[in-house]
Every structure is written in structure tokens, then in C-alpha cells.
């Protein structure tokens, strides 16, 4: 049996999940990595542009998509979990799928990603008998029952925060309760996942407050959502972006959630994220703090030209 690293957060520092989807019908960029060749490259890519986790699923995860059986996600997957493992970073699988976790942990991943809490008990054991991570995200009922999150309904949550927490918790019991320490469960808020725009920017804004709810490592999946779009076209001069326009909210929601404590991102722009990310650390470093500060003290003389 194959033992992988478990996933830990990193002090001071923001872990980058790259994205991989083998799919055709994922709502960003379904078909582009269906490929071999293709999905190795895009999986080289991300690694130069700073990726920490490259999550790879077979399985689209959109608002009503098809349940795709373990037979055909493992099609998908190929042989791409290896050669992420080979690249050098932590290989993370995105599936509800017991099998499918399996096959992708003795190849060597560390990470079993689930947009489902249902799950959370039989990827619990998994998980913790190889050594490695799960990521559980909220939502409630499955992808083929859901419509587009806009359109949730606004009086599903009385207090957002409050019940996704409780929900989440309830779940990350039974996968504890199976035998995964504490240490190697993350919570993901799940953002637009049975929740609409107001509810997934409410969860953006309390996620500090979410943190401290759930007590667990936490990665945030901010990345070309509808959600942001939402936000952008309440202002008078902004259109509503698709998908692939969609990064400068991603970048401002990233950072949010890292002043938030937020310990890893997953999103599609490595790249531009990753720097954004470096920037923010390098001001919040005391050798640049105190420069700022330096910089900032007036000058013997007084005026401005002085």
C-alpha cells in the first residue's frame, strides 16, 4: 500500500491547488484537458507557475451535471495522478467515489478532494488508511438535483455561517469518527454550491469567523465562480464576465481569504494568483514593514521637497 504525505498548512503561507479537470463538460474549461498529452501539459504548466497541489477530477461538478460512474472517471484519470506525483508536487483526486479515491491513492496521490459531505465516513477510512488528506466540502444534495446557485433559494439559511459549520462538522465527525486524525481534514466552505450569490459572498466575508467555527484547516474555491460575476455587475460600469474573465475577482477574493486565514486556494490561474499571493507576503514580511515604515517618516527640514 502506496503511503502519501498528508496535507499540512503552511505556516504564513497560502498553498496554490492547480486544477485539472478531465471532463468535457466542466463550466470554465470542460474538453481542454480530456487529452493525455494535453492534461501532462497543463499539469506542467501549473507546476511552473507555482502550484503546491495539482487536483485532478474526471468528473464535472457543475450545477446538474451527470453522476459519472467509477468505471468511466477512472478512464479519465489515466495515468495523469503518477505523473503529477513525478512532477514533484501533492497529487489531490477530486471525487465522491470510493473506488475512484482508491485507485488514485495507491498511484500515489495525498489528497482525496469530495464536493459531497455524504461520503465523509467511507473517505474518512480511505483516507486515513493511506496516510492522507480530505478536503470536505459543504453543500447539500447532489450536482444532478442542482440548478444554477443563483438561482437558491435565499431562505434556505437563516444564519449562513452558522449552519454551514454545523453541517460541515456533523460530517467531519463521521470521517474522524472512521479513523482520520484531525490534522489531515480540511474544511471547504463550498462557495456556489447550494448556496446563491449573497450566501456564497456572505460565507467570503465571515470566513474568519467560519474558521473558528470548524477549528480545521481551510481551503477556499473561489476561482472563475458565477458568484464573482454576481458581485462585479452590481457596479454600474461592470459587465458580467464570463468565466474566463473572471480573474480579477478571483485574485480579490484570494487575497480576502488569505487575510482571513484562509491556508490554501484551489482556482485555474496558478500563475497570477501565485504572484498576487508572493506580493502580499513580501508586505507583510518585518523587513518590509519596516521599510514602510522608514519610508514613511517625515524627512529633517519638513516640506515636501525638502
Same mark, same amino acid.
Given at each position: 500500500?502506496?503511503?502519501?504525505?498528508?496535507?499540512?498548512?503552511?505556516?504564513? $503561507?497560502?498553498?496554490?491547488?492547480?486544477? /485539472? %479537470?478531465?471532463?468535457? #463538460?466542466?463550466?470554465? #474549461? &470542460?474538453?481542454? !484537458?480530456?487529452?493525455?498529452?494535453?492534461?501532462?501539459?497543463?499539469?506542467?504548466?501549473?507546476?511552473?507557475? &507555482?502550484?503546491?497541489i495539482?487536483?485532478?477530477?474526471a468528473?464535472?461538478? $457543475?450545477?446538474?451535471?451527470?453522476?459519472?460512474?467509477?468505471?468511466?472517471?477512472?478512464?479519465?484519470?489515466?495515468?495523469l495522478?503518477?505523473f503529477?506525483?513525478?512532477?514533484?508536487?501533492v497529487a489531490?483526486?477530486?471525487?465522491?467515489?470510493? *473506488?475512484?479515491?482508491?485507485?488514485?491513492l495507491?498511484?500515489?496521490?495525498?489528497?482525496?478532494?469530495? /464536493?459531497?459531505?455524504?461520503?465523509?465516513? *467511507?473517505?474518512?477510512?480511505?483516507?486515513?488508511r493511506?496516510?492522507?488528506?480530505? /478536503?470536505?466540502? !459543504?453543500?447539500?444534495?447532489?450536482?444532478?438535483?442542482?440548478?444554477?446557485?443563483?438561482?437558491?433559494?435565499?431562505?434556505?439559511?437563516?444564519?449562513?455561517?452558522?449552519?454551514?459549520?454545523?453541517?460541515?462538522?456533523? +460530517?467531519?465527525?463521521?470521517?474522524?469518527?472512521?479513523?482520520?486524525?484531525?490534522?489531515?481534514?480540511?474544511?471547504?466552505?463550498?462557495?456556489?454550491?447550494?448556496?446563491n450569490?449573497?450566501?456564497?459572498l456572505?460565507?467570503? /466575508?465571515?470566513?474568519?469567523?467560519?474558521k473558528?467555527?470548524?477549528? !480545521?484547516p481551510?481551503?477556499?474555491?473561489?476561482?472563475?465562480?458565477?458568484?464573482?460575476?454576481?458581485?462585479v +455587475?452590481?457596479?454600474?460600469?461592470?459587465?458580467?464576465?464570463?468565466? %474566463?474573465?473572471?480573474?480579477?475577482?478571483?485574485?480579490?477574493?484570494?487575497?480576502? +481569504?488569505?487575510?482571513?486565514?484562509a491556508?490554501?486556494?484551489r482556482? !485555474? #490561474?496558478?500563475?497570477?494568483?501565485?504572484?498576487a499571493?508572493?506580493?502580499?507576503?513580501?508586505?507583510?514580511?518585518?523587513?518590509?514593514?519596516?521599510?514602510?515604515?522608514?519610508?514613511t517618516?517625515?524627512r529633517?527640514?519638513? &516640506? +515636501?521637497?525638502?
Amino acid at each position: 500500500m502506496t503511503t502519501a504525505r498528508t496535507l499540512l498548512p503552511n505556516a504564513g $503561507r497560502v498553498l496554490v491547488m492547480g486544477i /485539472v %479537470n478531465r471532463t468535457p #463538460d466542466s463550466f470554465s #474549461d &470542460g474538453g481542454a !484537458h480530456l487529452d493525455e498529452e494535453a492534461a501532462r501539459a497543463q499539469v506542467e504548466r501549473l507546476v511552473r507557475e &507555482g502550484a503546491d497541489i495539482i487536483d485532478v477530477g474526471a468528473e464535472s461538478t $457543475r450545477p446538474g451535471a451527470k453522476l459519472i460512474d467509477a468505471a468511466t472517471q477512472l478512464a479519465r484519470l489515466g495515468e495523469l495522478i503518477p505523473f503529477v506525483v513525478r512532477a514533484g508536487v501533492v497529487a489531490s483526486v477530486d471525487t465522491t467515489l470510493a *473506488e475512484v479515491a482508491e485507485h488514485a491513492l495507491r498511484q500515489g496521490a495525498a489528497v482525496v478532494n469530495s /464536493v459531497s459531505l455524504a461520503p465523509a465516513a *467511507e473517505l474518512g477510512g480511505l483516507a486515513a488508511r493511506f496516510g492522507a488528506s480530505l /478536503v470536505l466540502t !459543504h453543500c447539500r444534495g447532489a450536482m444532478t438535483d442542482m440548478r444554477a446557485f443563483s438561482e437558491y433559494d435565499a431562505r434556505a439559511y437563516g444564519d449562513v455561517v452558522r449552519e454551514v459549520a454545523d453541517e460541515w462538522t456533523v +460530517a467531519a465527525q463521521r470521517a474522524m469518527a472512521a479513523g482520520l486524525p484531525r490534522e489531515s481534514l480540511w474544511f471547504d466552505p463550498g462557495l456556489g454550491f447550494a448556496k446563491n450569490a449573497e450566501q456564497s459572498l456572505e460565507l467570503c /466575508v465571515r470566513l474568519g469567523e467560519l474558521k473558528a467555527l470548524v477549528r !480545521h484547516p481551510v481551503l477556499v474555491g473561489p476561482s472563475r465562480k458565477s458568484y464573482l460575476a454576481s458581485a462585479v +455587475a452590481r457596479e454600474a460600469r461592470s459587465p458580467n464576465p464570463p468565466p %474566463n474573465e473572471r480573474l480579477g475577482g478571483t485574485i480579490a477574493a484570494v487575497l480576502d +481569504a488569505a487575510a482571513q486565514g484562509a491556508d490554501a486556494v484551489r482556482v !485555474h #490561474d496558478v500563475q497570477p494568483v501565485a504572484q498576487a499571493l508572493s506580493y502580499r507576503r513580501a508586505m507583510l514580511s518585518p523587513r518590509a514593514l519596516m521599510s514602510k515604515a522608514v519610508a514613511t517618516e517625515p524627512r529633517a527640514g519638513g &516640506g +515636501a521637497d525638502a
